[in-house]
């Protein structure tokens, strides 16, 4: 395996800490998740504020314009599920819109691109939304768009979090003073900060993984594969597997 171009991304260091045969199912073998319900809502909500953003919408029917053209109808069960989604996001927008037009940030960067350097590793990542307030403050914001809403802890110990203050900080050049996880389907915020001890503890542990990914260390985890995706596809899945790798 070659890995000159290899680049780390949050989403291959959570394959690879959830399970390494999941990492290789999707990044060796090319495996893909199909589409569900809940992958498609979340990216057409990304795809729909992005949009709504970029193009500096002021308006709820603006916001709604965007929604109706980043729809993603794909992997709904049925029709009914598909019109139930679609109606939990008007929903949605509708409460995001109400914060949004109170709120005095200003947006600098909607699905900002980030390319940082972590040991010899090229670490690659898109951070959903960058503001600055009145006051001059920066706030780095990531999108969750499903119901549950994490404990305060969570987001605390968040991975993703903590490289994309890595990547503000080697990146863009500035600490943020602020970043949340924002639960759009509960309208709620949930802030947390990260010291410079909690972003190295990330940085190595993204270099750890790296290097067992580089090292080709692909040992299954098969305590998780009632929740894994490739459950049913899986050789390493004792129970139930339908088809072998
Ligand atoms: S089914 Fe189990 S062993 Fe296979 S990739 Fe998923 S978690 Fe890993």
Request: aromatic letters at 16%; a neutral charge.
């Amino acid at each position: 395996m070659s890995f000159n171009e290899f680049k780390i991304s949050y989403s291959r260091i959570n394959a690879y800490l959830f399970c390494p045969n999941k990492y290789k199912l999707i990044y060796v073998n090319n495996f893909y998740i199909p589409a569900n319900a809940d992958i498609s809502f979340g990216q057409t909500i990304h795809k729909t504020l992005e949009k709504y953003h970029s193009l500096g919408g002021k308006t709820f029917e603006a916001l709604f314009e965007s929604y109706d053209a980043c729809w993603q109808n794909d992997g709904f069960i049925s029709p009914q599920q598909s019109f139930e989604y679609y109606e939990r996001g008007k929903k949605l927008l509708e409460n995001y819109f109400a914060s949004f037009k109170t709120s005095r940030a200003k947006i600098l960067y909607t699905e900002k691109s980030f390319d940082a350097n972590i040991g010899k590793y090229k670490f690659v990542g898109i951070i959903d939304r960058i503001d600055e307030t009145p006051e001059g403050f920066r706030e780095i914001t990531d999108y969750k768009t499903h119901v549950n809403i994490w404990e305060q802890e969570r987001v605390d110990k968040d991975l993703q979090l903590s490289i994309y203050a890595y990547a503000c900080r080697n990146v863009f050049g500035f600490t943020p003073d602020l970043i949340s996880a924002y639960f759009l389907s509960a309208n709620k915020k949930i802030y947390t900060k990260r010291n410079a001890r909690q972003i190295e503890e990330a940085v190595n542990l993204c270099l750890e993984t790296a290097e067992k990914i580089t090292a080709e260390e692909f040992d299954p985890d098969v305590s998780k594969c009632a929740f894994c995706d490739f459950k049913h596809k899986c050789k390493y899945n004792v129970k139930g597997t339908e088809e072998l790798t």
